[in-house]
């Protein structure tokens, strides 16, 4: 997979944010991470559990067209101790290849 990021995985990756942030407020900020087949996010949330340690960031898959999204989409979820430092799924590349896309203000 390449590093690249669509403008309408990009859209549809908002969308998906902002219905996410609004069903869940603890979330603190949401990643979106570059790929050119499917929407790759991160939230950070202060109230879900640690990973164990070593343990890499594990994303949940969901989503078809006829759900109303047109990619695969990931997501994942950790606690802000872990961010920018939770090992990440396997093509995903590096923390700073990701782009914070919220933030609580």
Same mark, same amino acid.
């Given at each position: 997979?390449? +590093? ?10 908002? +969308?998906? #944010?902002?219905?996410? #942030?609004?069903? $869940?407020? %603890? ?15 991160? @939230? ?10 070593? =343990?890499?960031?594990?994303? @949940?898959?969901?989503?078809? +067209? %006829?759900?109303?999204?047109? @990619? ?8 802000? =101790? =872990? ?6 799924? $396997?093509? *995903?590349?590096? *923390?700073?290849?990701?782009? #914070?896309? *919220?933030? +609580?203000?």
């Amino acid at each position: 997979m390449s +590093k690249t990021l669509s403008s309408d995985i990009h859209q549809e990756a908002l +969308k998906l #944010v902002e219905a996410n #942030v609004e069903a $869940e407020p %603890a979330i603190a900020r949401a990643y979106l991470f570059p790929s050119d087949e499917e929407i790759r996010l991160i @939230y950070v949330d202060p109230t879900v559990g640690f990973l164990r340690n070593g =343990e890499a960031v594990a994303p @949940y898959y969901f989503g078809n +067209k %006829a759900s109303g999204f047109v @990619y695969l989409s990931a997501i994942a979820l950790i606690r802000p =101790e =872990e961010e920018g430092r939770a090992a990440l799924p $396997e093509g *995903w590349g590096d *923390w700073s290849d990701a782009e #914070v896309v *919220w933030e +609580k203000p």
